[in-house]
């Protein structure tokens, strides 16, 4: 999917992403979506690189580099049980074969909590943050991918 200027806004689809989530998990459950969907916006405004992703699912929340740059993450509000995050989701189907594995060996390489899944996105659910050193481990892991994301753009 391409990027969309005209897309909903980051706000839309936050409030669709917290809908979502409310509409099947417990209070506790949402409190902590939304704190970690807070966080995660927060980091990604502190920089400058990166804006909102408006293609995708409308319940999606994500940033990517720049306009038409590859997307960092995405927020799915309903994984399996619960919300999950994607990081690089789309950056490995948008490439040639030979870069696509260059791309999955650099960020197999990095120090992870969470599988890479195919096409060399990661998936980090929610449950999995529910502390300061997995948020924390999590703010390192997108520091890392930023350049990379870069390089393959």
């Known amino acids: 999917m391409s990027w969309n200027p005209e897309g909903p806004s980051l706000d839309a689809r936050r409030r669709d992403f917290l809908m979502t989530v409310e509409s099947y998990a417990d209070p506790a459950a949402l409190r902590h979506a939304e704190a970690l969907l807070d966080a995660l916006v ?12 408006r293609a995708g699912l409308r319940q999606t929340v994500g940033y990517r580099l720049g306009a038409g740059g590859p997307v960092l993450w995405v927020a799915h509000p309903k994984h399996g049980d619960e919300p999950a995050l994607l ?67």
């Open 87 to 153: 990081l690089l989701p789309t950056l490995g189907l948008e490439l040639e074969f030979d870069d696509c594995h260059a791309l999955l060996r650099e960020v197999t390489a990095l120090p992870s909590r969470w599988p890479v899944e195919d096409g060399a996105a990661i998936l980090v659910p929610f449950s999995s943050l529910g502390d300061g050193p997995a948020r924390s481990a999590l703010t390192r892991l997108l520091d890392d991918l930023v350049p990379i994301a870069q390089r393959y753009a």
């Open 42 to 53: 927060g980091w990604s405004e502190a920089h400058p690189r990166l804006e909102p992703a």
